[in-house]
């Protein structure tokens, strides 16, 4: 029987994420807060609403990702949000999918080897600037609370030789954000409001040219 404190996480049972897979996602939400005192993986002031503002806004996004695809990238991962979260429902849906989690700094890399390990999932951890990496390939990027969208296109074009799909979290000012991007970029994606925040949307890029 799953308590109630594992049953709310029942909103992402729509986006066909099993409730065996949401005891994982509680304990991994426990480690980091337990962890977080010594390491500062998120916010202190999110550590009260953290299974709504990380957890869930991580896993909301399985629905825009083709369990198929052999590689997904996340390329800036700090605490493993969205990279972990996506890991372990992909464990539960016995996809054979890696994930490679970039963070520069050595303390999250070793809290990220801990999860994967813990949870036995299928994550290579690489503690490297993802700036200095060049000719890079993925199938699926992530990015999330990570750097400005500007930023993370110019990534994108610079330094990974192939991609076929990149997911980012747009925030309140998404729209406009969007707007401003479309000025200098070419893009072909589809867009949906996020289920933790009204003002919020995720984006799948299909497609990214340089005007």
Known sequence: MIDSNILNYSCLEPLNVSRETFPD??????????KNGSINLISKHTEKISKERHIIDSAQIIDFI???????????????????????IMKHKNSG?????????????????????????????????????????????????FKPIPVILDLLHNNFKFFRE????????????????LKDWKLEYDEKKSITNDESTILKIKRLEKI
């Open 25 to 34: 996602l509680e304990e991994f939400r426990q480690i980091i807060i337990k």
């Open 66 to 88: 083709d369990i198929n695809m052999p590689i997904c990238t996340d390329v800036g991962s700090g605490s493993g949000l969205p990279g972990i979260v996506l890991a372990i």
């Open 97 to 145: 999918m890696k994930f490679k989690l970039y963070e520069k700094s050595f303390h999250k890399c070793n809290f990220l080897k801990e999860v994967s390990n813990k949870f036995n999932l299928n994550v290579e951890v690489l503690q490297k600037d993802i700036f200095e990496e060049k000719n890079l390939s993925s199938d699926i990027i992530v990015a999330r609370a």
């Open 166 to 181: 990149v997911i980012l979290f747009l925030g309140k000012n998404g729209k406009q954000v969007l707007q401003d991007v």
